[in-house]
């Protein structure tokens, strides 16, 4: 794999003279010492994490809990034409759910608006992301331009992560300490760059939060070092049920580099791969993904996130299938005609047909009796 200066160095590209939205170019990426009981808050450079992506010490009685004598199945589901607009207006009885092939009785279909809870995993590793260099600039933007679209009311995280994870800053409406954290994207610590860790670790910390939640996800999509693989990776984030938004880095990168010869077969094959696990990460979680190539597109990518998860469709159902065994079940939702059990025709005001796509989770674990 290239390093980050051999990138720069193949595509002949100098980004010295660009101005980032950040403050002092000597400030390293600040890592939280480890909570210790005898440590108070004055203690860390860093505020206290407190509540949602903290694993420990946290108060269990205000978490949100699955209760296996509760069997109801929620299902965000999104459905956008062939440019990712949100198609509002379906009537609740062309919704069909089938459970392992099996059809669902929908207890409620609902639309609504309502803030996000989203956290951003950013790719901040020595690997490419060197400092005032391409893929580290394209990042600060991603993340500085979707942090500045999001409303009051919404929460945000920002995790970054290399060889670690790192939680820069908790759920908070406070849009000052998400400046500050995304202020500290400076200069990458190690070269790995774990993102099946960062990941799955994410949204294992996010499975207990209610509400319209999503990872919205900056990476090359790389993977160096990460204890889990690919397939353990994707089950996890299967049955997480966060939906994951990727932004692939360095796409016009890349290809200037490649058309230079600057690229070799194993490096193209990485990058082809990595795009791919991105891909499969969002399709699979009910999420969408992206790989600009050029700036004017960020908007309409943040466009589309925040359509997507403002506006849903939440579908409730109670699951035929009883049994509490907590194994994987398989979902699928479609539009049909309820008189012929076909697919729906979409059309537009003028009458002619949308193409268009269903988002939702592919599945979910069910519960587990409790002994």
Request: glycine letters at 8%.
């Amino acid at each position: 794999m290239m390093c980050g200066a051999a990138l720069l160095a193949a595509a002949g590209l100098s980004i010295g003279q660009e101005q980032g939205p950040v403050r002092d170019p000597s400030t390293t990426v600040a890592k939280p010492k480890k909570a210790d009981a005898g440590n108070n808050a004055g203690e860390s450079d860093l505020p206290p994490i407190p509540s949602r992506l903290k694993k420990d010490k946290v108060d269990i009685g205000n978490l949100p809990s699955f209760k296996s004598n509760v069997d109801i199945v929620t299902v965000d589901v999104a459905v956008v034409d062939n440019k990712g607009h949100f198609i509002p207006g379906i009537p609740p009885g062309n919704f069909r759910v089938l459970e392992d092939n099996v059809p669902q009785q929908i207890r409620g279909v609902n639309m609504g608006e309502a803030p996000m809870t989203v956290a951003m995993v950013i790719e901040f590793s020595n690997r490419f992301q060197q400092y005032w260099g391409p893929a580290w600039y394209q990042t600060l933007q991603l993340a500085w331009g979707f942090a500045s679209t999001l409303k009051p009311e919404d929460y945000v995280a920002v995790v970054a992560y290399d060889l670690r994870t790192e939680i820069l800053a908790d759920f908070t409406t406070d849009r000052s300490k998400v400046q500050e954290a995304l202020s500290r994207l400076q200069i990458p610590g190690f070269s790995e760059c774990n993102l099946f860790d960062a990941i799955t670790d994410t949204a294992d910390r996010m499975s207990g939060i209610e509400g319209r939640k999503a990872i919205v996800l900056i990476a090359s999509g790389i993977d160096t070092f990460s204890k889990i693989t690919f397939d353990q990776c994707r089950k996890s984030l299967q049955q997480s049920g966060v939906p994951i938004y990727a932004i692939g880095l360095m796409q016009t990168l890349r290809e200037l580099i490649d058309a230079r010869g600057g690229m070799g077969s194993i490096q193209r094959m990485d990058f082809l791969q990595a795009d791919n696990e991105m891909r499969t990460f969002a399709k699979e979680t009910g999420g969408q993904s992206f790989f600009p190539r050029f700036q004017g597109e960020y908007p309409s990518i943040f466009g589309q996130i925040h359509q997507a998860l403002r506006n849903q469709y939440v579908i409730t159902y109670s699951p035929s299938n009883k049994a509490h065994d907590g194994s994987f079940r398989k979902i699928k939702v479609d539009l049909v005609n309820p008189a012929t059990n076909e697919p729906l025709p979409v059309k537009d005001e003028k009458g002619k047909p949308i193409k268009y796509q269903i988002v939702a989770k592919v599945g979910y674990k069910a519960p587990r009796e409790v002994e």
